[in-house]
Structure formats: structure tokens, C-alpha cells
């Protein structure tokens, strides 16, 4: 009968166990390896922040901070917030320890778990992990297409190859407020309900990224920002896809888009996989203008990407491949008595110091019991050693794929497995 635990995890909130926690991890740095091999320099943040700092960081209208906020009064009543997204907190440390006053663009990675409070879906979790990029201080659309390119390539780096890259422009501060006036004209020209009308008024934007059927056919024919773009954005816009084609990114234009957070201006962009079913978007982001001097530092302008590590995860399943060592070790050691325990720990201590994942059969196993612990552990190759081998001073060096072994002296194992192990 099952064993039912006195404790499940939270609601929404993924274990990742071996062995497929090591698909996991090598998601998650192999997008971190993308970002550094571009000059990304690492960031470690708090993992909860004033909750003012989301409030207006991230924008009161948008349903991360009306709705998905995990926010709680800490013991001395300040209210504090379990991070919903990486960009503010970024920003808040480059303001704080003056990143900004020195050489720009400041460039930074990060990685780790976000919250957020929603109903839990496949790939929709409350705590999910994300790996990201700011680069902040210079509007150089250049700058906009290297983000999205190392994005690219982190996710080509772990083989995906079924996603397809959407971005559009959303404009600047000289041509955004006309055009927020020209939608606003068209929604309140139609016969919406209360919740979307209210909407229309705070951010019209949104509207056009309603999922209901009736309301994009009601939306169908509204006016585009990509036709109502200024001079300017439009020519930074141009000079991005042309900085794209040039790198060998391909993407797709998506004039409709729109994201869940209110600080993007001009370049915005989402990586779309169709595998995953309705959470088909594995990652994203986009350039934010007025960020900055909204949180009290300098207007500087910065552009970043969040990608999903549990949605590249299923990506990557939807797409029937993996990645990741999921072998636990590379030798297991099979001692049968104490003095052969001894032996066979200290070769151990002496392949893990030159990088080989060893462990050790534990717990006096009989040789049967031992062996097939060795296979489960996914090891190429075990030690094995008794009390006669001790005398004579060899170890039993067995090739687990075809069985045979050898007898090798105890001062040239570690040789002998390293040779075999390259």
C-alpha cells in the first residue's frame, strides 16, 4: 500500500527530483551559459522586496500586482512581497549600490524562483523558476537584438528547435499616448462588458490580448500600434529586425502582441512553443523606457528577457528530447568487508579530487545487493574489492556495459578509470 506523508508541497509548487532534476538543471544553465558568454555578469537577489517596489515597478493595472501578488506583513508590519518577476528587483539593486554611474550598458543575469499566485495549470506554477538578462543604460536597437539573440540561442544550445520567436514594437513616450487615445476611441465604440471596459480605460492594451473569441472579433479590426508608431520608434524598430536578420535570428511579427507587465516600450518580444498547449509562451520580453526614473533613479533606458525553466522543461518533452546527464555517478564502489571499505573509500576521495562522481555501496550489502545498486546508479564502471584483494593489494576494475573485469594494483586504479573514463 502507498505511503501517504503527513505533508505535501504547496499547491502549484513542482518538485524536481533525481534523476530528472538533472534535465533541470542543465536547462537552467545552459540558458545562463547563453547570457554569460555575452559578458552577462551574475546577479543574486532577494527573493521577497518591498512590496511598493512591484506596486509601481511592474504597474497597479496589470493582474501580477492586482491579483498574483504574495504580499504579507513581516514582524516589524512593513509589507513585503515574494518576487513576481526579476526586472524591478535588478533595477532597484542597480539604482541602490550605483551600478549606473559606471560603465553602461550595466549587464546582468540571474536566475531562481518567482511567485506568483495563480491557478495552477500545466506549466502555469506558483513558484516558477526563470532564468534573465537586463541590460541597462544605453537605447541601442544593437542591444535590443543581442538579448533576443542570446535568448535564441539558449534555447537552440539545449536542441530546441519547434518554437518560434513573435515581437512587435510598442512605441515611445512621443506617439504611445496618441495611440492609447485612438484604441480607447475604438473599445469605447463597442458593446463590452464591465470588467473589459474598466480595462480599456486603465490599460486598453490588454484588451487586444483578450483570449475570448467574442472579444477579438469584436477587436479584430482595431488600430495597430506598428501603423501608429513616431519616426523615431519606427527606426529603431527597423534597425532591430535588420540587426536580427544579421545574426540569423528568425522571427515573426506579431503587431497584436502584447505583455503582461505595464513598463515595456518600443521592442517587445516572446518565444511561442505550439507543444505546450494554452501556456504555449516559454519565455519573453521586451525594452522598458521610463523604468528607472520611476523607481528613483536616473531615466536610463534597459531591455531584458524572463524565460521559463519549467516550460522549457516541457518544451523539450513535447519535443520527445533530453538533456542533462541523468547518471547519477560515473564509478560506484562495491567493498565486501571492512578492510576492502577502506581501500575503496579512499580511491573515492582520490577520483571525486580529480572530477569523477563516485559513490560507495553503504550499509555491509552482500555482493548481489551491492551490483545492482551499482547498475541503478547509472555508473560505467565499479571497483570491486574483498579481503583477498586487500592481501594482494589489487582492485577489481569492472566495465558494467559488458561485465568483464580486470584486477588492477591499487596505486593505478585511479590511472586505469580516468583512461577509461575519457
Do not use: W
Not at 545562463?32 to 522586496?49: K, N, S, T, W
Not at 518591498?50 to 493595472?61: H, I, K, M, Q
Amino acid at each position: 500500500m502507498p505511503h501517504v506523508s503527513d505533508f505535501q508541497a504547496p499547491k502549484g509548487v513542482p518538485d524536481y527530483l533525481p534523476p530528472e532534476s538533472a534535465q533541470f538543471v542543465a536547462v537552467r544553465d545552459g540558458l545562463l551559459d547563453a547570457a554569460r558568454r555575452a559578458g552577462y555578469g551574475h546577479v543574486e537577489l532577494p527573493i521577497f522586496e518591498d512590496t511598493a517596489l512591484f506596486a509601481r515597478g511592474v504597474g497597479e493595472s496589470t493582474d501580477v500586482v492586482s491579483k498574483e501578488m504574495y504580499t504579507f506583513a513581516d514582524r516589524g508590519e512593513r509589507s513585503v512581497t515574494l518576487r513576481p518577476e526579476g526586472t524591478a528587483g535588478v533595477m532597484r539593486a542597480v539604482i541602490e549600490h550605483n551600478l549606473d554611474r559606471g560603465q553602461l550598458p550595466v549587464k546582468l543575469r540571474y536566475s531562481g524562483p518567482f511567485f506568483r499566485y495563480e491557478r495552477p495549470q500545466a506549466g502555469r506554477y506558483r513558484q516558477l523558476q526563470q532564468v534573465g538578462v537586463e541590460a541597462i543604460g544605453v537605447d541601442d536597437p544593437a542591444l535590443d537584438a543581442e538579448v533576443i539573440a542570446v535568448a535564441d540561442e539558449g534555447f537552440r544550445s539545449l536542441g530546441l528547435d519547434g518554437f518560434r520567436l513573435e515581437l512587435t514594437s510598442l512605441g515611445d513616450e512621443t506617439c504611445r499616448p496618441q495611440y492609447r487615445e485612438l484604441l480607447q476611441e475604438f473599445l469605447f465604440g463597442l458593446d463590452l462588458d464591465e470588467d473589459t471596459r474598466r480595462r480599456a480605460e486603465i490599460n486598453p492594451l490588454r484588451v487586444l490580448d483578450d483570449k475570448r473569441a467574442h472579444v477579438r472579433e469584436m477587436t479584430a479590426a482595431a488600430p495597430l500600434m506598428l501603423d501608429h508608431l513616431s519616426d523615431v520608434a519606427k527606426q529603431h524598430f527597423d534597425s532591430v529586425l535588420s540587426h536580427l536578420d544579421a545574426l540569423g535570428v528568425p522571427y515573426v511579427i506579431n503587431p497584436r502582441m502584447v505583455r503582461g507587465l505595464d513598463y515595456y516600450t518600443k521592442t517587445t518580444f516572446e518565444f511561442v512553443h505550439d507543444g505546450l498547449g494554452a501556456q504555449s509562451g516559454i519565455g519573453g520580453g521586451g525594452r522598458y523606457d521610463g523604468l528607472m526614473k520611476q523607481l528613483g533613479g536616473q531615466d536610463l533606458s534597459g531591455i531584458g528577457f524572463g524565460l521559463g525553466v519549467d516550460r522549457t522543461v516541457l518544451a523539450l518533452a513535447a519535443e520527445g528530447k533530453t538533456v542533462g546527464e541523468t547518471a547519477r555517478v560515473e564509478v560506484f564502489c562495491v567493498p565486501l568487508g571492512d578492510a576492502a571499505k577502506l581501500v575503496l573509500a579512499k580511491l573515492a576521495g582520490q577520483l571525486r579530487a580529480a572530477g569523477i562522481r563516485v559513490d560507495l555501496a553503504y550499509g555491509d550489502r552482500g555482493l548481489k545487493g551491492a551490483m545492482r545498486a551499482a547498475d541503478r546508479s547509472g555508473a560505467r564502471v565499479a571497483l570491486v574489492a574483498g579481503d583477498r584483494d586487500v592481501d594482494a593489494g589489487t582492485v577489481g576494475v569492472k566495465e558494467l556495459g559488458t561485465g568483464e573485469q580486470v584486477d588492477v594494483g591499487v596505486d593505478a586504479v585511479v590511472a586505469e578509470v580516468l583512461s577509461r573514463l575519457t
